[in-house]
């Protein structure tokens, strides 16, 4: 799933056409970067990729004042078939994707083991200041958002508060983790 491709084409199908900048401050206003996995950045060569497959058209170029030229493109036929079907795929579909955090424990070692404590400590710090910098935008922005947009930060909400809590229950049982890595045997 391309969360970049469902922003874009979502933005030209309901909003119409657009250039890049356009679409970049939208992102922004709407704080895309704290509920997606792209940055406003990729905007651009997503743009130019959805050119090249014909999911969007351009339709003029414009220039305002002494700012660049800036080409407006729209969603196509194939552009609105491909949108619903990353929606359609998305919304139905649930996908737990592997955290090499995880391998890594798992994997953690009598070299590390020692090392252990400290670097979960330091994980479950990063963590919480993460959750608190989301609460903290959260508080900001909440008075912006629409019911639908609340249920979406919600959702990283629920996810920083479960990945805390497994966290302390890893810490909780921490040192039976330590000694067992350094007397594990390796074949």
Sequence with gaps: MSSIRVFIL?????????HGHQLRLLAEKEHVHMWTDFRVGGIYGALNRMLAE????????????????????????????????LRLGTLSAFALKPDPFDLALA???KDLADELPDLLRSRRATVATAAEEHRARLEHVDRY????ERHVMAHQTYRLQAELDWLDSLLADLPAIVRAEQTRETD
Excluded: C, F, Y
């Design 10 to 18: 979502g933005a030209l199908a309901e909003r119409g056409p657009m």
């Design 54 to 85: 014909q999911l969007i058209d351009p339709v003029r170029t414009e220039r305002e004042g002494g700012r660049p030229e800036r080409q407006i493109v729209r969603i196509t036929d194939a552009g609105r078939a491909a949108l619903d079907a």
């Design 107 to 109: 994997r953690v070692g």
């Design 145 to 148: 958002l629409n019911l639908t």
